[in-house]
T-cell receptor, first 119, second 113 residues
Framework: AQTVTQSQPEMSVQEAETVTLSCTYD???????LFWYKQPPSRQMILVIR??????QNATENRFSVNFQKAAKSFSLKISDSQLGDAAMYFC????????????????FGKGTSLLVTP | DSGVTQTPKHLITATGQRVTLRCSPR?????VYWYQQSLDQGLQFLIQ???????AKGNILERFSAQQFPDLHSELNLSSLELGDSALYFC????????????FGPGTRLTVL
């Protein structure tokens, strides 16, 4: 089974600054998807960004961008110009591109990183 | 708002009881997924349905079962509840069988006393 590791239980950033959240994963597959989800205090899971493993270009969504290093199996999330509303738990998730009998297209999540944004 | 709805928002029950959690996917989505989020286990995949058929099973206990109905809504049934079943249960949906992003509902908070 694929494992996802987020080594930073907590991170802190000042408003308007930039912060990077780390994620590593373990897989023997060559084609897959990676995601970052945000969970604010409301507990809603919100999709932040998606990266396809076959794409060399790093995904970007407004202030959110990723640094995808396929050989190193690393997938970090960079948040630029941090805002108070960015404070949340951030989860990295892995999903196989192809269906398999064990887990289908299920998302495998890391344990999460709690991001605190200070004024 | 993701477009995925879950009811109820909160559920408090006693050990040994049975409960049903309900999920309506986004309009047009055929695939439904159930996840459990607890403090000790984190976010874990339980089961996936696609257009009424079971597609994949994760760490779902035998006391738990699910189904997806012809109108595509899904129900997760939890029986013989134990204290350790207290968790946040999420439903997610995607347009087709896995090749698209999963959008999560607001979750059902289950408390077993």
């Amino acid at each position: 089974a694929q494992t996802v590791t987020q080594s930073q239980p907590e991170m802190s950033v000042q408003e308007a600054e930039t912060v990077t959240l780390s994620c590593t994963y373990d897989t023997s597959e060559s084609d897959y998807y990676l995601f970052w989800y945000k969970q604010p205090p409301s507990r809603q899971m919100i999709l932040v960004i998606r990266q396809e493993a076959y794409k060399q270009q790093n995904a970007t969504e407004n202030r959110f961008s990723v640094n995808f290093q396929k050989a190193a199996k690393s997938f970090s999330l960079k948040i630029s110009d941090s805002q108070l509303g960015d404070a949340a738990m951030y989860f990295c998730a892995y999903r196989s591109r192809y269906h398999n009998s064990n887990s289908g297209y299920a998302l495998n999540f890391g344990k999460g990183t709690s991001l605190l944004v200070t004024p | 708002d993701s477009g995925v709805t879950q009811t109820p928002k909160h559920l408090i029950t006693a050990t040994g009881q049975r409960v049903t959690l309900r999920c309506s996917p986004r309009s047009g989505d055929l695939s439904v997924y159930w996840y459990q989020q607890s403090l000790d286990q984190g976010l874990q995949f339980l089961i996936q349905y696609y257009n009424g058929e079971e597609r994949a099973k994760g760490n779902i206990l035998e006391r738990f079962s699910a189904q997806q109905f012809p109108d595509l809504h899904s129900e997760l049934n939890l029986s013989s509840l134990e204290l350790g079943d207290s968790a946040l249960y999420f439903c997610a949906s995607s347009e087709r069988d896995g090749l698209y992003e999963q959008y999560f509902g607001p979750g059902t908070r289950l408390t077993v006393l």
